[in-house]
């Protein structure tokens, strides 16, 4: 049951930001053209992400700054970090933080394809459950994420996959994540 409300919460998700963002689309954007001439500082984008979730005895919240060097109008990389803290009342709580080297190439102005490799820490303090003593779990978790989406002047939509995706050790669910990425 939970799966297909997180299915179903996902699809709306993209059909939505879709719509905010097909009517911004251009076909040819002259801030996307990369002047080979300028200097190194001009060449560099920054963004990254913010997620924040609350819910009944669950909190979730995420920073996540990144920039990119555009190397050409066709290829960038780049640096992100990552800090995150997690936390189920009266269950665990978990300090995330760790960071990223982004490959991004852009076949076509409208296609981003990336590759991300993720090096993140996890601490995590589990609470005292019935007859099972509190313990804490500290480990390094290694994510390279694969992924394509449609993009539209500074804004990139679509979905990445964790190819080195383990169940047991993961941060998330899934292997697959929907991203929405935005440089500046």
């Not at 913010?50 to 066709?74: C, H, K, Q, R, W």
């Not at 994420?145 to 990445?160: E, F, I, M, N």
Request: charged share 15%; net charge neutral; hydrophobic share 40%.
């Amino acid at each position: 049951m939970k799966k297909i409300h997180l299915s179903i919460v996902f699809k709306s998700f993209f059909v939505i930001l879709i719509s905010l963002f097909s009517n911004l689309t251009i076909a040819q954007d002259e801030n996307n053209v990369i002047d080979n001439n300028k200097e190194f500082w001009d060449k560099v984008q920054f963004g990254g992400g913010l997620g924040l979730g609350f819910g009944s005895g669950y909190t979730d919240i995420s920073v996540m700054p990144s920039a990119i060097y555009n190397v050409n109008e066709i290829v960038a990389v780049g640096l992100g970090l990552q800090f995150g803290y997690l936390s189920s009342k009266n269950q665990y709580h978990s300090y995330i933080y760790g960071g990223s080297l982004v490959g991004l190439v852009n076949p076509i102005p409208e296609m981003q394809l990336s590759a991300e490799l993720e090096q993140v820490r996890v601490n995590t303090k589990y609470e005292r459950l019935d007859n099972v003593p509190g313990y804490s779990d500290n480990y390094w978790n290694t994510a390279l994420y694969l992924g394509a989406g449609y993009r539209t002047g500074s804004v990139t939509v679509g979905g990445r996959y964790d190819v080195l995706f383990n169940e047991k050790r993961s941060l998330y669910g899934s292997a697959f994540m929907p991203f929405v990425r935005v440089y500046f």
